[in-house]
């Protein structure tokens, strides 16, 4: 089983710059793929950014450019350096992690974009 715990979220102006956080616990994360989706009121929840276990990486088009994701395997952590902040990215952030075909997720932080 794994647990992830999200921190790092909060209320940046456009322009601005916030780093996500996602600890996991167990003993698979080194063979777990793991990503960053978010959720915005109204909309459906889209996956932003995906690492796998072999380090292949992927992003939404929205968020190339601005967005890099990395893991440290030595602290079983999963990071989402956001830059270039834009309102539209305004949105709960979760991590999620797939191991084994099972989905896991977080509780999710609140990202606000906003002046």
């Known amino acids: 089983q794994v647990q992830l715990v999200e921190s790092g979220g909060g209320l940046v102006q456009p322009g601005g710059s916030l780093r996500l956080s996602c600890a996991a616990s167990?003993?698979?994360?080194?063979?777990?793929?793991m990503g960053w989706s978010r959720q915005a009121p109204g909309k459906q929840r889209e996956l932003v950014a995906a690492?796998?276990?072999?380090?292949?990486?992927n992003y939404v088009d929205s968020v190339k450019g601005r967005f890099t994701i990395s893991r440290d395997a030595a602290k079983n952590t999963v990071y989402l350096q956001m830059n270039a902040l834009k309102p539209e990215d305004t949105a709960v952030y979760y991590c999620?992690?797939?191991?084994?075909?099972?989905?896991?997720w977080g509780q999710g932080t609140q990202v606000t974009v906003s002046s």
């Open positions: 167990g003993r698979f994360f080194s063979i777990a793929d």
């Open positions: 690492i796998t276990s072999g380090g292949s990486i």
């Open positions: 999620n992690a797939t191991l084994w075909g099972i989905h896991y």
